[in-house]
Each structure stands twice: as C-alpha cells, then as structure tokens.
C-alpha cells in the first residue's frame, strides 16, 4: 500500500510539472477581443461564452475584467455594480444569485481562467484587475490574482495583466518578476514604463494620436504597443499602419478584415504619415507652400493663409475662395518685398493653396496613399502628385511627374492617374494615363494611391488598380523613377484642363479635405 501511495504522489506531482511547464503558442496576429468576442453574436460581455467566442475566432488574446467582493472572492465583471448591488459592498453568493443575461453563473476568475485553459490552442488571457478606492484592495487583489493563476497552473495562458493602477501592477511584478504587464492610464511615458519594469503600454487610441511620437518611443524600449478600444475602420486602420503588437477592439471580426487588406500584408512598412492629429497651420517639420500664380494657366493664387490651408478636426483643409487677396492674407516669407507682385495680386480673382514635402521629405518606391474627399462643381482642379527633387536641375518634363490623382470638376465621377516623362507627357499628346469610375467624390473619403517599385507603378483607388505604368526597361526618358519624388496636394481653379468648361463662381468656396497620408515602403 505504501508503494501504491508513493506511485500516486510521483505521477501526481509529474502531471503537476507538466502542467506547470506547459507552453501556449499564441495566435500570431494583434487581435485582442474586449472583454471577449460578444458583439456579433449578442453574447454578455466578459462571459465565458463570449471567451470561448473569441478562442473560436482564433484571437490572440482576449481581455476581462476583474474585481474583488466583499468577502475577498475574484470575479469577471466590468462595472462597480453587477445587476443593481455594489460589488464591494455585496458577497459572491448575493451577487451570484442573479445569472448573466445568457444564463451562466456570474464567473468567478477561477471559472474563467479553467474556461479559458481548456481546449485554447492561442488565445492569451488578458487580466485588467480594476482598482479600488478602499485602502489596501489594490495589493490583496493582486496578491490573490498571481497566487490563483500559480495555483491553476495557468501562468502560460496569461499574456498580460493590466490595470488602471499603477499600485496593482507594480505589485505584480514584485510578485512575479516574469509577468508580463501593460498600463492603462495612457498618463505616464514611455521612459517611466521602462524604467519601472512595465512590459508596455495599453493606452486609448485618442491619447496616442494626440501623442504619436510615444508610438516610436515604445519601439525603441521594446515596449509593446496595445491600443483601446479601437472599433472604427478608421482607428484599427492606422494601429495597423504603426504596426501594433495588439489592438483592443470590440469588432475582432472587422478587424480580421482590415488586416487581410492592410498594406503591411504585402510588406510594406509605414515610414511617413500626417494623421492630422492637431490644429491650425499644416505641421511645418512636413509641408511647405507654393506661392502666386504657377503654371497651366489656373486663375487661382497660392497663399499660405489659414483660410486656404489649415488643419482642423483631425483633417487637411485645402480651401478655394472667390475672393480678392488682402494684404494680411498674404504672408509669405520666401520672398521679400511682396510689393513687386502687387500687379498680380491685384488681377487674381480666386485664392487657394497648393503644399508640399519638398526639402521635409521624399522616396524612391513606396505606396503613397491619401484619403480624401474632393472640392465639387465646374471649375475645380484638385490634385494629389509628385515631383522629382531634381526637377529644377534638369527640368520637367525629363525628371519626371507622377500623377497619383486628378479630378476636374466638370467630370464629376471620374478621376485619373497618370506620368509625364520625356518621351511620355501631354505636351506631345503621349502621357501614360488612365481614368476611372468614382462614387460619390465629395461626401465620401477615398483612398487615392500608388504602389511604386523598380518595375512598374500601379495606380489605386480604394485598393482597387485602375492604371499599371510599367518599367520598359529603356532609358530615363521613359522611366525617370528610380530616384526621390516629394508629395504636392494642390486645389487648383480653372485653367488648361479645369478650366475647359468655364468656372461655376456659386460654387464656392470649395474644399479638398484630407483625412491621412501615409507613405510606405518595402523593408530593404
């Protein structure tokens, strides 16, 4: 008998072992579902249905919220109050007599971690402990929290515990120095994260679009970025284009979708962007101006006044007006003594605005993508295109232009694309172009792009390609691509080719509003 025993014990502490060293691999993508996947299919949020929906879907992890009862027991909820009773102020068995909306029993987090352990090829397990305001909670519930995953044996399925407390997760980490960590509040650096053991951060998207420079920080300490709660296309959208180690968000499906179509896919890597994010003058560490009248014959002036080029919720503004300019509108800095133009100024019957990256910024090869809502009515020229920088040496059109989009006014559904280069330009009548269908310009944002490599460029609106140029593998005066271009949005009014049809003068004034750029390249 003493021998059965002793059997017992080996195989029984083997198995424990086993458990205890047991690795998860955890699904290789940045989905994390918000207190479960229970959008799509009505589930209660932060149930088990809703966890096992997310394992399911195959996410990465899916996140929880914890918090303590009144008799010191762990349970999955969200809010301070569960069904009407204060849960701190109420024991497990009160509060557990009312189910969730599904059914289950409220879950204890020794339920939902065993939920979560069982039949889970990679889905990690995101603890958020919520914190206390009564002195002394924050450090017991950590304390029950590590001890409770030590005691299940359920450290390899957690991937991070997070909290709005900084108390709790220091507390954490003094407890299993392993654990890895990510803080919430969205108050502290990414320097202080570091420097305090914090594995990353977990901030909501609003605060890292207001502070997109943490975005490279974290990067360089090897912090992991988390984001929440990113719903809307837009937002997944530019958290994959900054290349997210995870994305909070409670459309796990859509986001799924977005990632099947997201640039970086295909390799492409963001390495310039303008998101916008501010208020007043374009940011002038990216964008210059172009000034007075410039070419084709366009009846606009360029100024850099706010009224012709500005930023304001979270979007480019390029604005054209039927106006005079007034001196104060005119504040040029490149050219001294504008007096001498008074001539022109006084002729110009329309202002408008026309910027650049020249000298700030400029590729060989990438995607170039800008999503943006075009001006309407007879008359409008706006333009998305690119110059070689050095076109003032050799000129144009030898050194090349690339038209990512056109849209004249009077052709209200059709946009085009196309490059003028020696052999090929509009002056010989032989550019390389082509024009296609667009849905509602004005009100709705396209996404306007080019893919750019050595061999070809393919020319894009909403990832759709309507125009290939390809690399014929002759001289430069057919391909003069293989150098840097810089990025010009422009709203041009009238002239050779807008102006064909006349000039509405009701119509204004008129915009091109510019939700982002960004700019991609392949890794080299």
Known sequence: MRYFFLIVLILGCSACSSIATKQVTFANNPVIAHRGAWKAKNLPENSIAALKQAIELGCTGSEFDVRMTLDSILIVTHDPDYQGLIIEENTYATLAEQTLTNGETLPTLKDYILAGMD???????VCELKPSKIEGRNVLMAE???ALVAELNAEPYISYYISFSYEILQKIIALNPTA?????????????LHNDSISGLDYAVHILKRKPEWIQEAKDKNLKLNAWTANSQEDLDWLIANNFDYITTNEPELLFERLKTSPSKNGWHLVWSDEFNYTGKPDTTKWGYDYRFIANQEKQYYTDSLKNARVEKGHLILEAHKEKIANKD??????SGWAKY????DTAQYTSARIK???LAAWQYGRIEVSAKLPEGRGMWPAIWMLSEDRKEIGWPESGEIDIMEHVGYDNDTIHGTIHTKAYNHMLGTQKGKSTFIENPNDEFHVFAIEWTPQKIDFMVDDVVYNQVKNEGKTSAEWPFDKKFYL?????VGGMWGGQKGIDDTIFPQQMIIDYIRVYQQAK
């Open 357 to 359: 990256t020249e000298g």
């Open 180 to 192: 890895k960590t990510q803080y919430l509040d969205g108050s502290k650096s990414p320097e202080v």
């Open 330 to 335: 005119f504040k040029n800095t490149e050219i």
């Open 119 to 125: 039949n889970n090829p990679g889905t990690g397990l």
């Open 488 to 492: 010009i949005l422009n709203v041009a």
């Open 342 to 345: 008074k001539t022109e100024i």
């Open 144 to 146: 029950k929290a590590v």
